[in-house]
């Protein structure tokens, strides 16, 4: 298998907006076979994953590929890890060349469209001769349904991810609250940040409360779909025809978001850049208090900053309405429709997503199963698993988000008011759902 490699991580935004581009890196010419001192052909499976790349992702995701051999000695995988800036155009060249890995991570956004240019395999067939439907029933409904189309199932599931709180349990102690009672509705929120702003002597702030995400790419818009989400808003209307920006609690959630800077000052300057990577880096730094975060960030914030190991803990997010409603990350696994080595390449795509394959990796690198059996190993996470609201399945929802993203830009800056900016965000919106 290759050999580690590591790589700078990049925002969410571009990294799906790649995913259905015509331009990547070269392509690689697949290895099928291979031959050793006149023994039997091995099969050559060739694996494609942007994980390999990272840490603490690439050491599960390698230990699940060396076990996979052990189990099948019939088979030799070629791991490909590739940095996530260049990973989906470079599978999207491939398989246009029909090139692409035999088994390839894939990334909820891009089910919906690699499956409907013909990337990716239907797997129910494979589904089928292990038990259908009962089969399907250990994965969780939400991972179901995004991973499918047209009814059927084209990504396999690997994991999954749910929105929480991340609050420095030190911090709290040291304002007076209480680590073991993080805020569970908005205005306590708000009291728990401004509690949590410090100014030195002189006047100057050393600690904000809450780390916003306001860069105009999708990883903070996800984010702030939360906020929507949790007071009782929607972007869509039920059959994803409408727009339901312009409605009051919509607007209400921008309102609230943005006033934490705008209003409030209880976070730090510059929020229009501040993306995943940076929000958790100031976590990270103890300039902030509390940030939106997914569980398996927790090892990326003790990487960036050992000191913060014993010093945190994840709560629930706050919400308006008694329910979470969070976006969910999803990953998955796919299979090449054009592998000369399918019967085989589904082994290993059913392997990597295995009870036993979901703990370990979770074990490893805190990645939420995304199956009902493998959950008691995630037991903060399964607070949420079953009321996520994943964004819709339809080809427009990407250039949804970006839309959005401006609104949540121009109520950070003050160009528009959160009103103005999403009775204009809900026009545009329309225009496009009108335009398919």
Request: hydrophobic residues 40%; aromatic residues 10%.
């Amino acid at each position: 298998m290759s050999q580690k490699i590591t790589s700078k991580r990049v925002t969410r935004r571009e990294f799906i907006k790649t995913a259905t581009g015509a331009v990547g890196a070269a392509v690689a010419l697949p290895l099928l076979t291979t031959r050793t001192h006149g023994a039997a052909p091995k099969i050559k499976l060739r694996y494609g994953d942007w994980q390999l790349a990272e840490e603490p992702g690439g050491t599960a995701w390698r230990g699940l590929l060396a076990d996979f051999e052990k189990a099948n000695p019939d088979i030799t995988i070629d791991a490909e890890p590739t940095p996530l800036a260049q990973y989906p155009a470079k599978i999207v060249t491939q398989s246009k060349a029909k090139q692409a890995p035999d088994v390839f991570r894939v990334y909820d956004p891009w089910v919906l469209a690699w499956a409907d240019q013909g990337y990716l395999a239907n797997l129910e067939p494979f589904m089928e001769k292990q038990g259908g439907a009962d089969y399907k029933k250990d994965f969780y409904k939400p991972v179901i349904e995004v991973g499918s189309y047209k009814g059927a199932m084209y990504g396999l599931p690997s994991f999954s991810g749910s929105l929480l709180l991340q609050y420095n349990t030190a911090m709290f102690k040291e304002a007076g609250l209480d680590p073991n009672k993080p805020p569970t509705t908005w205005p306590e929120l708000l009291d728990y940040a401004q509690k949590l702003t410090k100014k030195d002597a002189s006047g100057r702030f050393v600690q904000w409360g809450y780390g916003l995400h306001g860069a105009n790419e999708s990883s903070s818009i996800v984010r702030f779909l939360h906020w929507i989400n949790n007071n009782g808003a929607s972007v869509l209307n039920e059959t994803n025809t409408a727009s339901k920006l312009d409605s009051p609690e919509a607007i209400a959630a921008l309102k609230f978001w943005a006033e934490l800077y705008t209003v409030h000052g209880v976070v730090p300057p510059g929020p229009v850049d501040v993306a995943a990577g940076k929000a958790r880096t100031l976590f990270a730094q103890e300039k902030t208090a509390m940030f939106q975060s997914i569980i398996w960030a927790a090892d990326l914030v003790t990487s960036e900053n050992p000191k913060m190991k014993d010093k945190f803990a994840f709560g629930m997010f706050p919400m308006q309405t008694g329910i979470d409603q969070s976006p969910q990350f999803m990953f998955y696994v796919g299979v090449n429709p054009n592998s000369a080595n399918k019967e085989a390449a589904w082994r290993l795509a059913d392997f990597m997503c295995n009870k036993a394959g979901q703990i370990k990796a979770y074990k490893i690198a805190r990645f939420t199963p995304a199956r009902r059996s493998a959950f008691p190993f995630a037991k903060v996470a399964v607070k949420v698993a079953n009321s996520v609201k994943p964004g819709p399945a339809i080809p427009q929802w990407n250039e949804i988000v970006n839309i959005i993203g401006d609104a949540m830009q121009q109520a950070l800056t003050k160009a528009k008011t959160p009103a103005d900016a999403f009775k204009a965000a809900h026009d545009r919106v329309n225009a496009v759902l009108k335009r398919a």
